[in-house]
């Protein structure tokens, strides 16, 4: 099981910076994949920036050169540096992993697809 716990929200001005953390913890797991989604009411969640083991990333079109996701592999924490916030930012912001673990619940050798997990959401608000 990976827990995914997200720091860092908060309240900014149009123009501001806020920076997201999200630390994974748990036991014998590979993560394959973080990111974070955001979700506004009344709307769909919407992916905003992902970044694989190797390093890869994307990004959602409106939010490409003002934020910029990055990850220690080290301490499986993933990180959001968001600049040039606009008030459209506004939203629950979510971490998310792609994980496998190693075991099951029975303890034996994992061998299903990769499981997605989800942190509790940080709520980031752009305003004067």
């Known amino acids: 099981q990976v827990q995914l716990v997200e720091s860092g929200g908060g309240l900014a001005e149009p123009g501001g910076s806020l920076r997201l953390s999200c630390a994974a913890s748990?036991?014998?797991?590979?993560?394959?994949?973080m990111g974070w989604y955001r979700q506004t009411p009344g709307k769909q969640r919407e992916l905003v920036a992902t970044i694989t083991s190797d390093g890869s990333t994307t990004y959602e079109d409106s939010v490409k050169g003002r934020f910029t996701i990055s990850r220690d592999s080290a301490d499986n924490t993933v990180y959001l540096q968001m600049n040039s916030l606009k008030p459209e930012d506004t939203a629950v912001y979510y971490c998310t992993a792609i994980a496998t673990p190693l075991y099951d619940s029975s303890g034996y050798f994992y061998t299903g697809p990769s499981i997605d997990y989800w942190g509790q959401g940080t709520q980031v608000t752009v305003s004067s």
């Open positions: 748990g036991s014998d797991f590979t993560i394959k994949s």
